[in-house]
């Protein structure tokens, strides 16, 4: 009963808000888990054919601005209004889907990713506030547990069906994205009610000046800001989820075998999920991370609160980096699912931990301005994370880069990759020349060329992140 009348002290708005988040986070994760593989396959797939260095700029880029702009955005927001901020960032994301799927140069790609990223700019802050606005401090933790519990939903929902759509084309996955922004302009037009904001004197040039104010009012705190620097490293490491592991999937595991392991005991999901070559996409098996947090969110959460946040922190990234190196280290797809667990049990621990941590060191009179800066890191880390998973990437783990290597090497003259050559045309007639096929081909430069010493590197940043943390915690908060 307790339970019961708890729920019913949480208004239309806040379920409505809710609501808005679960299918803005659909249609965001749904191409943006298949939007690295998107970027990078072969054309003849239906895909770009861009180069990882390409992917790495434009989805570091347009990320970073997607964490940076809410600065600016949520001042606009409260002046302008929530609603038509929200049918300004549908709009922007709508068109920016539609741009994504129709475009295929980098340039154009670039400025169709950036668009879209400043369409979530515009979103990001108005749900948590609006969650913030219509609980009180007896509904704020259950009312946040519900906002985080439908951000994964989100998150699994768009993936997963995703990761089908696009065996048919990729056309299908950002209509997805389309219909699901679709759904959020009838919520927000007839369920959700503009929150009443106190009427200041300033103009809106005044409210975004005053936003570039207070960020570097926030600043002048360097131990604050040493720790979110330090924090950097922790998001690079953990946007790999994103920019490198689809890929990784996609260019070197045969997923057959967890098709199979699905098969024999679930004929059914497995033929839902899978592929009619009878493997897992890359995509789908990526969104297991959200499938995992949905689950053990609330047992990690239990048990991680006994401990000081940056304990915390400092647990959760060593496992994250633990899942990391499974992740990209080994061919097998179960030991990949476990590796994607460890992963998300870490992520469960560190992620939550953080903002806690920030709210707790921020003085009483600027909570709100020190959790706005908060994303400045998360921004940083996405740039960074395009660079480790573009150029880096490319030279250590990607196969086609690797393939081109081992040609050249044995002075095998073959046309570029070009308009006319895909690279599926070079994989065939490098193939053909070097007497490997399929499968044959794969070992071959699995074994050769190690492309799985990426881990160390993916891994080594999280860790880095750990021994820093604990030289602040040791070192710098100890002083005090």
Request: charged residues 10%.
């Given at each position: ?18 609501t ?25 797939t ?9 992917k ?23 002046k ?17 889907f ?28 108005i749900?948590?506030a ?49 219909m ?10 007839f ?9 200041g ?11 570039f ?76 991370d ?6 053990f ?20 990234i ?32 560190s ?25 400045l ?16 990437y ?7 880069y690797?393939?081109?290597?081992e ?12 308009e ?19 499968t ?6 699995w ?5 799985a010493?990426?881990?160390?590197i ?23």
């Open positions: 009963m307790g339970f019961i009348s708890l729920m019913k002290k949480y208004n239309t708005t806040f379920w409505a808000s809710n808005i988040e679960l299918f803005e986070r659909w249609a965001w994760y749904g191409f943006y888990l298949a939007f690295a593989l998107y970027l990078v396959n072969s054309k003849d239906g895909a770009l054919g861009l180069t990882q260095a390409q790495g700029v434009i989805m570091g880029t347009g990320s970073m601005l997607l964490y940076f702009l809410p600065v600016i955005t949520g001042a606009i927001a409260d302008v209004g929530y609603k038509k901020i929200l049918f300004l960032s549908f709009t922007l994301y709508v068109s920016g539609y741009m994504i799927k129709s475009f295929d140069t980098f340039g154009w790609m670039f400025f169709a990713f950036v668009w879209t990223c400043v369409g979530g700019a515009f979103f990001k802050p749900i948590s609006m969650v913030a606005r219509t609980t009180t401090d007896e509904t704020s933790s259950i009312g946040f547990g519900i906002f985080y519990m439908m951000i994964n939903i989100g998150g699994f929902i768009g993936p997963f069906i995703a990761g089908i759509l696009m065996q048919k084309t990729w056309d299908y996955v950002f209509y997805m994205s389309i699901a922004i679709g759904v959020n302009y009838l919520i927000t037009l369920f959700f009610r503009e929150p009443v904001i106190k009427e004197d300033s103009s809106l040039l005044d409210n975004i000046l005053q936003a104010v207070n960020i570097f009012t926030t600043l002048k705190n360097w131990k604050y800001v040493l720790f979110l620097i330090i924090m950097i490293l922790f998001w690079t490491a953990f946007n790999q989820l994103y920019y490198s592991f689809p890929v990784f999937i996609d260019q070197w595991v045969d997923t057959s075998v967890v098709y199979n392991g699905i098969h024999s005991f679930w004929p059914w999901l497995a033929e839902s999920i899978g592929t009619s070559e009878g493997t897992i996409t890359a995509v789908t098996m990526s969104s297991m959200s499938f995992y947090i949905i689950i969110q609330l047992m990690v959460s239990a048990f991680v609160m006994r401990f000081r946040p940056l304990a915390a922190m400092m647990g959760g060593l496992v994250l980096a633990g899942g990391l190196g499974l992740m990209f280290s080994n061919q097998s797809g179960w030991l990949i699912l476990l590796g994607v667990l460890i992963f998300a049990l870490g992520e469960m621990a992620s939550p931990k953080f903002t806690e941590y920030v709210g707790r060191i921020a003085p009483p009179d600027k909570k709100a301005l020190y959790m706005g800066t908060s994303f890191p998360i921004a940083a880390g996405h740039q960074l994370a395009g660079w480790l998973s573009g150029g880096v490319e030279k250590i783990a990607d196969k086609i690797l393939l081109q290597e040609v050249t090497s044995r002075g095998i003259s073959l046309p570029e990759i070009s006319e050559v895909t690279k599926n045309d070079y994989v065939e007639m490098a193939s053909e020349k070097l007497g490997l096929q399929g044959e081909l794969t070992n071959f430069l074994n050769n060329y190690h492309p010493n990426i881990w160390m993916y891994a080594g940043v999280a860790v880095g992140a750990v021994v820093f943390l604990w030289l602040y915690d040791r070192f710098v908060i100890g002083k005090n």
